[in-house]
């Protein structure tokens, strides 16, 4: 067999490899899933009062619908939809010419930061796990911007697909000046003692495991003015005590950013983090009771949920070389207001 032959057989082995992969961690997911549901058919939460503040350029939704999602959770499923657009913000070239890749990005805030990343001027890179209609609505989304989009499926947990997924983002655009690490799986567990080996390796290999590999994948391509964005969580800040595992990886994802900010800035390499609140994406209705998602964000200060349009612009604050230049290694607070 030829040389080229041989390298045409590996690449489609790779290919078919990753997809195996995905397909088994929506499996795999689906079935903790389905394990959690059964231990906790029984709890009852009461419900809370709900202020529902208005503070921005527009009123954003109070009060959600009783629902549930599937696992990983597709944002064309969930009503209403997340709001993402933006529409009040106004671009001013603040990442013109930059390349971007989003993990999550198919999605709530992923999708969200797509869109204003690209109303910017960057043109984005969309990583999900197999979630297809979302994620080419948001490529749709960003290249109405004016931007291009490339989107790839695969699973974060897997070190060899964030080098692969790397390589062909930075084939397609030239180069990469900014990674967000978005990715999340979260499940509740309302006791330790029920949260089972296989539910903590996919809660730590995605959140804090996938970010560090994204991370090693990107660096080789990126130079002097890049940017590093991870997601956190007030659950890193505060804890949950039915999310137990999650904070933790989010609090991990805190003490990273810190650490590879002192890092890299020898390099030039900014390192920062977003810690929203409570956002409405499909991360909680894949998660919680429908009852729950009916009451989903009204124990905030704000007394709602955040829409992802509400956190995207701070992700642009720390990724643009024009407002953040001087900004490295925080961990800014997309919350409505003091918790804790």
């Not at 290919?15 to 389905?34: G, H, P, W």
């Not at 090693?216 to 391509?221: K, M, Q, Y």
């Not at 990886?249 to 890092?263: C, E, M, P, R, V």
């Not at 992802?308 to 919350?335: D, H, K, Q, R, W």
Request: proline share 6%; net charge neutral; charged share 20%.
């Amino acid at each position: 067999m030829s040389p080229a032959k041989r390298k045409t057989a590996a690449a489609r082995r790779t290919s078919q490899t990753s997809a195996d992969s995905v397909k088994r961690t929506v499996a795999r997911q689906r079935r903790l899933q389905e394990q959690m549901e059964k231990i906790d058919k029984a709890a009852e939460k009461p419900a809370k009062s709900a202020r529902g503040a208005q503070t921005g350029a527009g009123k954003q939704p109070v009060r959600m619908p009783a629902q549930h999602l599937r696992k990983p959770g597709v944002e064309g499923e969930l009503a209403p939809a997340p709001r993402y657009q933006a529409p009040a913000y106004v671009g001013s070239g603040k990442l013109q010419g930059m390349r971007a890749l989003i993990t999550g990005g198919d999605s709530g805030i992923g999708r969200a930061v797509a869109v204003l990343f690209a109303r910017e001027g960057a043109d984005v890179a969309v990583l999900y796990l197999d979630e297809h209609d979302d994620a080419r609505q948001t490529c749709a989304q960003v290249e109405q911007e004016g931007t291009r989009c490339v989107a790839v499926s695969g699973d974060v947990r897997d070190p060899a697909f964030c080098d692969a997924a790397v390589a062909e983002v930075v084939k397609a655009f030239g180069g990469l000046d900014i990674l967000v690490n978005n990715a999340a799986f979260q499940l509740h567990c309302h006791r330790l003692e029920d949260l089972g080996d296989e539910h903590l390796q996919e809660t730590l290999q995605t959140n804090i495991a996938g970010y560090l590999q994204m991370a090693r994948a990107a660096l080789p391509h990126m130079g002097e003015g890049g940017s590093i964005i991870n997601t956190g969580s007030e659950t890193g800040l505060f804890g949950s005590p039915s999310l137990v595992d999650y904070s933790a990886t989010k609090g991990a994802i805190h003490a990273f950013t810190k650490a590879l900010a002192s890092q890299l800035l020898p390099r030039g390499i900014r390192v920062n983090c977003v810690a929203p609140g409570p956002v409405w994406t499909p991360l909680n209705p894949a998660d919680k009771a429908a009852e729950d998602v009916a009451r989903f964000g009204r124990d905030s200060v704000m007394g709602r949920a955040a829409q992802p349009e509400e956190v995207s612009p701070a992700y642009v604050f720390l990724a643009s070389p024009v407002t953040g230049s001087y900004i490295n290694g925080v961990i800014l607070p997309v919350m409505g207001g003091p918790q804790g």
